[in-house]
């Protein structure tokens, strides 16, 4: 319950403070939410795209200028700062500008995914009578519906977690371990098709968990299919936990014999196909490809050979690294720099020492860190052709490892329960809870001040006054941003001095 409060009161200072579309893609997302809210149906990959009034929105947002501490940008175009569109000028989106014409030029590459996040998008702003709002207004109401969806995940995590290891305290501690990745609040604060696939990638892996370690018949084959179903019906990145699903239907005791055990494998992964598993199928059959390409990127390119694949490994997991811990805007701002890839190096190692302490879950968890390696093993390979023939580094983007962080979490915490001893969990829980919290409010002054202070501005001289003049309900959303950030410190602490005072992990 803590972390959870910790977990939204971040969640919703994201929100409040991100400008807007300055998430990953969030004016594409965006588009195609609207397009389904207003009919327009799901274009073939690399047909779709933005409709006048969301082209209108990103003039009147500024995207198409530079924030004042950007680190990495197209061209040079004017600074952020000098751009003034106040939230009660802003247009609205109705049925006469939401659709594009045919002159349309700006791409939409989000229909190369299946299309249940922007359907539920949709019908949730048809209900809430979004259409003929202002843009902002539906993009708030957007957004807080993304945050809504991954509100649970601190939940699931520790219930996941509850399952592997003995101390409780070690569980509710992995709850805040989202808040140590300021990236993940970021996404979840914006709209994107990952926060769907995370819940449900989540849910996925705590149903397979618990299926192997409690046991379970057809009922349970039957409810986890569905969700690895539903996952794979939001986001490909999801289908790297096909092999924790398997492995959990076919393993898990509760039938008794072989053909028992495959008979619960066919049924839950017959019912993922029917309810999503077939969208790949149908790729493979219309376009010879698992997922075709939304955005013809190579158009215009000019062949820049001449890289190694050294040089290739070293970039990209830098920049895998960074974008996993925290690379804001549009991967314009940095958190921790190159210190991000020791973070990700201690998660990897801790991950892999699992495999040797796991007391006889040693499969499992092999079948869990199947899932982050075959995440890094398909980016690594979509763009190494990219980086060899033309310099460039596309789809390498740490968000894509957030399906896995329930298997990650799991993972690190079996390694930190049975190496750690237990009079030493009841000092490095609180240090660890603390820490989050402390890590979390750091990357939302990392990006304030790049989305708002000048180079040569002081931060409390400018930030509030000029992000009042961005985001919808002005000084009083900015001032709501710093009470939240506040209020998820005063949770961690509370957290950190319970297990402190209490010693609730040595309760075993």
């Known amino acids: 319950m803590i972390a959870t409060v910790a977990w939204a009161a971040i969640m919703i200072a994201w929100l409040l403070i991100t400008p807007a579309f300055r998430a990953p893609d969030e004016h594409v997302h965006f588009n195609s939410v609207i397009r389904l809210e207003h009919g327009g149906g799901w274009p073939v990959p690399g047909d779709a795209k933005v409709g006048p009034g969301v082209v209108t929105a990103m003039s009147e947002a500024g995207l198409s200028y530079k924030l004042p501490r950007s680190e990495t940008h197209w061209g040079n175009p004017p600074v952020y700062l000098h751009v003034q569109t106040p939230p009660e000028t802003h247009s609205t989106i109705d049925s006469d500008n939401a659709l594009p014409g045919p002159d349309a030029t700006v791409a939409d590459q989000m229909s190369q995914h299946p299309p249940l996040f922007y359907a539920i998008q949709a019908t949730a702003a048809r209900i809430a009578g979004m259409p003929g709002e202002t843009w902002s207004t539906q993009l708030f109401f957007a957004r807080l519906l993304d945050v809504l969806m991954m509100l649970p995940l601190p939940w699931l995590l520790a219930s ?59 009922r349970s084959a039957l409810v986890l299919g569905l969700a690895m179903g539903l996952a794979a019906l939001t986001k490909g990145t999801t289908l790297v936990l096909l092999p924790v699903v398997v492995f959990a239907l076919y393993a898990a005791p509760g039938v008794v014999g072989r053909t028992h055990r495959i008979y619960r494998l066919a049924a839950g992964l017959g019912v993922s196909f029917v309810t999503g598993g077939f ?230």
């Not at 509710?172 to 996404?187: C, D, E, K, N």
């Not at 914006?190 to 696939?197: G, R, T």
């Not at 705590?206 to 046991?215: E, K, S, T």
Request: glycine share 8%; with cysteine.
């Open 279 to 508: 969208w790949w199928l149908v790729n493979i059959v219309r376009y010879g490809d698992l997922q075709p390409d939304g955005y013809k990127l190579i158009a215009g390119l000019s062949p820049d050979p001449g890289r190694t694949p050294l040089t290739f490994f070293s970039h990209a997991a830098h920049a895998v690294s960074e974008s996993f811990v925290g690379r804001f805007s549009y991967l314009e701002l940095t958190f921790s720099g190159g210190r991000a890839i020791y973070v990700v190096g201690a998660i990897i190692l801790a991950s892999v020492a699992a495999i040797w302490v796991a007391r006889g879950r040693r499969v499992l968890a092999l079948t869990l860190i199947a899932a982050p390696v075959l995440t890094i093993a398909f980016m690594f390979k979509s763009s190494y052709p990219w980086y060899i023939d033309y310099g460039l580094l596309p789809g390498l983007q740490g968000r894509y490892l957030f399906v896995c962080l329930v298997p990650l979490a799991a993972l690190v915490a079996i390694t930190w329960d049975t190496l750690v001893r237990v009079r030493w969990l009841w000092i490095t829980i609180p240090v660890l809870v603390v820490g989050a919290g402390l890590t979390a409010a750091a990357g939302l002054r990392v990006a304030l001040r790049g989305f708002y202070q000048g180079r040569d501005e002081r931060f409390l001289d400018v930030v509030v006054d000029r992000a009042a003049m961005w985001v919808p309900g002005g000084h009083a959303a900015v001032i709501s941003a710093f009470v939240l950030i506040a209020l998820a410190l005063a949770a961690t602490c509370y957290a950190a001095w319970h297990v402190r005072s209490r010693r609730v992990c040595l309760a075993e």
């Open 160 to 218: 996941t977690v509850r399952l592997l290891v003995p101390s409780p305290g070690v569980a509710g501690a992995t709850a805040f371990f989202p808040l140590a990745l300021p990236q993940v609040p970021h996404i979840a604060a914006s709209v994107s098709n990952d926060n769907l696939a995370n819940l449900l990638a989540a849910i996925a892996a705590w149903l397979a968990v618990r299926l192997y370690v409690r046991g379970g018949g057809w």
